[in-house]
Structure formats: C-alpha cells, structure tokens
C-alpha cells in the first residue's frame, strides 16, 4: 500500500538527497515543503503517515515545527533529519515527539535502519 | 613493502631526532611516548629518563587543568590545536640561548598540538611540537618600545619628559572647543624661573638643565589628576587647567609659587632660591581662541615679572 | 551580472553543505565545552571586495564586537576565516576549557582555543564531504574592530570576488556568542563550483 510521506527542508538539493536515500522498495507518495510553516500546512490538512523534518531552517525551524505538532495534535510519525548532531538537539527533538533521528548527510543504512526500527519496511 | 621514500622509518627518526624543533608525545593517559633531541638538550632530560613517565609528574611547571583540556581537545575533536607565545609564554620552563641580551627570563614557545591516528584511524596520541620564539618575542618587545619611543618624542620634551610646545598647543586647542561646546571653566598658566639666565651664567648650562627638571619634579607634585603641564620653550611652562575657573586657577597658581620658593633646589652641592613668577587666565566666551588664551596669560605673566617677580598675575580683560 | 556568481541550485547545494560542516562545528564545540550550542542558519554566497567590507562593518555594529581572531587555511581552497567575539568574550566559557584565572592573556587564549575548534571543525566538515583535507596556521588576536576594516578594506585586499560563508554560534547559558566568517577568494569559488556541479549531477 502505498505510503503518503512528507519531506521538510529549506535546501532543494537536501529533500533530493533524502529522496534518494529511501529505499527503493518502500512504496510512498512524497509531498515536499521548503519550510516549517508550509509543513504545518500540510500536516492540517491530515493524510500524512511519515514527515521527514530537518531541524535548522529560517523562520520555523524544525524544534518548533514539532512543538505546534504537539500543541495541534496534529498525527504523524516524525524522522528527524539532522546536520545539528550535538546530544541535546538528539534528545530535545525525541522529547518533543520524533520518534528517530538520523544525522546528515544522510546514509540509506542509516534511512532503512530508522525505518526498519518504526516497522515501516 | 615499499621504495625508499620519506616514510622510511630511519630517515624519519633521523629527521625528528636532528630536527630544531621540540616534538614529543603524549598518550591519553598524559605519558610521554616521544622526546626529541631538541627537547633532551633543553629540559637536560634524556628520552630514557622521561618516556612512559607522566608529563606532569616530570615538569610541575606545567598548568595542568589547562592542559589536560587542552588535550584531551585534541583527541576528542581530532583536530590541531595552538599556543602562542604572546598569550602564554611557554609550556615548558627552558632556558633561551640568549643569555647575554636577552632581557626575558625563559624560552618563549609557539606550540601545535597534533592528532595522531592509531590503525583503528582514531585519534591514539598527541604529538607537540614546540618552536623558539624567544627571538621573535624580543625584536617584537623591542620594536614595540621603539615605537612608544617614538611616539613619546614626537610629544614630550625631552629634557623633563612633559609635553613639548606642540603637543601643548594641541591639549589646549583640544581644551578650549571642549569648553565652547560643552560649557564648564578652564584656565591657562604660564610661569618662568625668575632671573634663569644668571643661574645658566654662573653654573653651567648642564646645571641649568637640573634646575629645569627640578621645577618640573615640584610642579608636577602641585597638579592635580587632571591638569596638564608642558614646557613651552627655554624656562617657560605653561599649565592646562581644566575644569578650573580663576579662582581655583589662583589657588594652584599662588601653591605653586609658594612651594618653589620653599623648595631646597641644589646644584653642584650648593642650594639655590629658585622663584618664579605666574601670568594666568580663564577661558571666557570672548576669547577667541586657544592662541588668544595663551596670549593672555603671557601678557600677565609679563606684568607678573614687571611688578617685581616671584608672584602671580591674573589677566583682567579692561585692565590688560 | 557577475560571472562568478552561483546558480539558485549550486547556492543551495552549497547552502547544505555548510549546514552540515556547521553542524558538525556545533557538535565538536558542545562535546567540548559539555553544553548546548546554538546555531544559526548558515548563509553562503560569492561577493565582491566592497561588499566583504560591507558586510564586515555591518556585522561589527560599534561597539557590539569586542575580540576579533584570524586564522588562514590552505589546502585546494585557500582562505581565511574570522570569528568575531561578542562583548563578553570568553569570560563565560573560561572554566569549560580549563582556564581558572582569568586575566587579559587567558581571556585571549579562550576566544583563540574556539576559534581554532570552530574554524577546525567546520573545515574538516567541509573537507570530508568535497574530499579535502585542510591545513591551518595559528590563530591570532586582530584587536580592536578598525584594524579589521583596514584588513579588508577593498582597494587593500589583492582580489575582488571571495567565497563568503558566515554563521553564529551561542553558548545561552554562559552569554557567550560569535560571528564565524570565512572567506575563500577568487580561485576556490571555481574549484567550489565544480564540486557543487558534480554534487548536482549526481542527484
């Protein structure tokens, strides 16, 4: 069945790497948003089943992506995909609802682990 | 396994031992793992003695907090790390090799930590290596006086190391728009020492000279923080009072000459009165400018030294 | 309007890169000092000499900047980076890094040991993800903000067009913030391009 994923970054090239990063035979219907109040947006409107969420982006960044999440109850499992890798960013991002964390750049070992671990493939 | 190449074993110790440049190694646990020749010759301890050995155990001189971060920076991050002799002068105590015109204590070092992989391509040991600097330090300290020298000349008379006429005109100028602009008081002296050219005559210019530094040491002792004192030429001084209407500029005036004609100035083993006489004025709206101020008190100095010397005038402007 | 500028989509992909570098620079930093580090977003772009002393001043309010550390890397690229300390310079984070008195020399020595952990850390980043390896001169203390201007003011400067990349790091807790910039002139913005193009095509 097909998988309805969304992948937030404010760099083009880091949602394309990411992308290519998945597993190819994990069948998902990707929606992108450059930044994290078109990500909300998206999230609003519901039917998203796996968000990819980079944390340093300008404007709302991924910290606060994740705290409205929380607040709207809005209902999905978050990745965080991450170039700030220092532990607390880690914990900070898994208190506040993530449920993985992979570091940048990112590593398709790495992508499927996470994946494997949240049963999605 | 491979040619001869610049990783051949001999070649590098050969190179490391022979090397001017003090290198040696540390393990995580602070041990010594390498001891060059260099650093032999200047801790005057052999590699027999210090390897395996704690650094700190062998040289307390070391600033150890400081530098088990220091460290331990290096195998955490892997990445190089500096010391600089202009912020911390060594990190070992070694004598420098210029005894006779040295002028500072020990070897001043410039340091480079180095990350040291092991096979496993983490970060096994820490190399250091140390370079003397103690030449560049000196001609560095040594150019920097050199400067402050000539800074100093170009602003203070060199005979009793107040300011000279110019860097005086300048203050004043600085002083008298200050006023103009802000508001508040600011005076102007000008004195000489009273009957100079017979002292010059019977003792000797070298003489006159010690009396000219002697009335500058009393002069100084009167002013306060602010004032300023310079030698505007021969036996003249002029004083810079800001912050200081005629009155007070009276008061140190009037101190000034009561403390030279007490002082016990002696040239050659002989005491001499020496006395002088005091011309002063007070910045008011009308004055021009600084010129015109210093003008001023000269005129009054004039008058001072016509009515009789060894005392002080004030400028009055309807009474010139 | 200037052959040297990047496209949208090699501004991007550098954008990441130094993202990643910088992210990298965080970590080495917070493990060192054992405390959460802040990053900005890191900006990447190619200008010219009046706009490198431009976007120094602007950066260097007066008064705002007390400390400024140089440091120069070599390798492919070659280049410059300078951090600049807020007012309260290393006071906050003295003891995190071994230092117990805190005199004008130590204090020195504190802003000098980060600069080195960041400019250190960002470029082995970048390094490993374009596949080189930096080698790195002392850092120094510049002074006071005027010599900075003079440094690069642009007529003083022997090249026009520079790589710019700039980024602050915050340490809350300890009032302790920088301004990192490195700037890489003239030659390593083509030798940049190419990565960034061969990064591009691989996608």
Known sequence: MTMPILVVDDSTMSRKLLLKALPEDWDVSVTQASGGEAALDVLRQGGVDVMFLDLTMPGVDGFEVLRRKGEEGLDCITIVVSADIQERAVEQALELGAQAFVKKPVEADRIRQALEELGLV | MNAPDSNDPQLLAGLIGQLNVGLFVLDPEFRLRLWNRFMELNSGRSAAEVLGRVIFDLFPEVDEPWLRKKVETVFQIGGYAFTSANQRPYLLRFDHHRPVTGGIDYMRQDCTFLPLQGPDGRIAHVGVSIVDVTDKIIS????????????????????????????????LEAEVSRVRRYGGELSVVMFDIDHFKQINDSYGHRAGDEVIQAVVGYTCGVLRQPDIAGRYGGEEFTLILPETGAQGAMVVSERLRETLERADIHVGGQSLGVTVSVGLSSFRADVADHEALLDEADRALYRAKSDGRNRVVMYRPANP | MNALAYTEDQLDALGELVNIAVGQAGASLARVLDTYVRLSVPQARVVSAAAVSRAV????????????????????????????????????????????????????????????????????????QIGARFGFQAPTVLGRETELSELLEPAAVPWSQALLIEVDFEVESRGFSCHLVLLMPEDAIERMRAVLNRMLAAL
């Open chain 2, 140 to 171: 560095e300290v040594q150019r920097e006086e050199a400067l402050a020298r000539l800074g100093d000349i170009s602003i203070r008379d060199g005979l009793t190391g107040i300011f000279n006429r110019r860097q005086l005109e300048r203050s």
């Open chain 3, 57 to 128: 001043t602007e950066l260097t309010p007066e008064g705002t900047h007390d400390t400024v550390v140089r440091q120069a890397f070599f390798s492919a690229m070659r280049g410059e980076a300078i951090v600049l300390f807020g007012r309260q310079g290393g006071r906050g984070i003295g003891d995190l890094l071994g230092y117990q008195a805190f005199h004008d020399a130590a204090s020195e020595e504190v802003l000098l040991d980060v600069s080195n952990i960041l400019v250190g850390a960002v470029l082995s980043g970048l390094g490993e």
